[in-house]
């Protein structure tokens, strides 16, 4: 049972364009979610977050949007650039769990080509 | 500061062999997770702790041990490896639980692990 879910396995954009990955979850009781960058033989890392209270976060080239009543949530990058290129996962938590556990989506490789 | 590190970053076994992945992180993290990551496959958590002397199950357990007896170090052990258990390892810690954007789980950089 896939709880959060990236269908796109892959996404290819011109640089300076705009890169759109999504994500999907079915799981109501999440209430945190966050977005994971990774290149190549290393481990992920912290891209940006978003909680249910909000709609929205931005931190300078990265976006997230949430819409709760889709379950549905997308990381918008613009411009994209070269450096961009990795894979993409979203994940979710709980928080009231006091967990700190994570459920991640399958990735998204993403392509920035110059 | 190293954050968190692995050892060893590589390695081969043979079914029916054991070892014990390492990792240790130095930011005195309370939290500490194991995750696996199998091609084309997002990252399953193994187990976590939530301080040291408490481990817990996560999604995938079955084949794998831990132990946390100190706040630094969250060992996993593979007491019989098979070939389902090859896999890139991450091992991440956190401050806490996660609280409305004011932390997140730092990842180590992997172990992968070919069991032949």
């Known amino acids: 049972d896939q709880q959060v879910k990236q269908n796109s396995p892959s996404l290819s954009v011109q640089e300076g364009r705009i890169s759109i990955l999504n994500c999907d979850y079915t799981?109501?009781?999440?209430?945190?979610f966050l977005w994971y960058k990774k290149y190549p033989a290393e481990g992920p890392t912290f891209l940006i977050s978003?909680?249910?209270?909000?709609d929205k976060n931005e931190d300078g080239r990265f976006t997230v949007f949430l819409n709760k009543s889709a379950k549905h949530l997308s990381l918008h990058i613009v411009p994209s650039q070269p450096g961009d290129s990795a894979v993409y996962f979203c994940?979710?938590?709980?928080?009231?769990?006091?967990?700190?556990?994570?459920?991640f989506g399958q990735g998204t490789t993403l392509q920035v080509k110059p | 500061n190293a954050g968190v590190t692995q050892t060893p970053k590589f390695r081969i076994l043979k079914i029916g062999q054991s070892m014990t992945l390492q990792c240790t992180q130095d930011?005195?993290?309370?939290?500490m997770y194991w995750y696996r990551q199998d091609p084309g496959m997002g990252l399953k958590l193994i187990y976590y702790?939530?301080?040291?002397?408490?481990?817990d199950k996560g999604e995938v357990p079955n084949g794998y041990n831990v132990s946390r007896s100190t706040t630094e170090d969250f060992p996993l052990r593979l007491e019989l490896a098979a070939p389902s258990q090859t896999s890139v390892y991450f091992c991440?810690?956190?401050?806490?639980?996660?609280?409305?954007?004011?932390?997140?789980?730092?990842f180590g950089p992997g172990t992968r692990l070919l069991v032949l």
């Open positions: 991440a810690s956190s401050y806490s639980s996660l609280v409305w954007e004011q932390e997140t789980q730092y």
């Open positions: 799981n109501s009781m999440f209430d945190y």
């Open positions: 978003i909680s249910s209270i909000k």
């Open positions: 994940a979710a938590e709980w928080v009231s769990s006091n967990t700190g556990k994570l459920i």
């Open positions: 930011m005195n993290h309370n939290y």
């Open positions: 702790s939530v301080g040291a002397g408490i481990t």
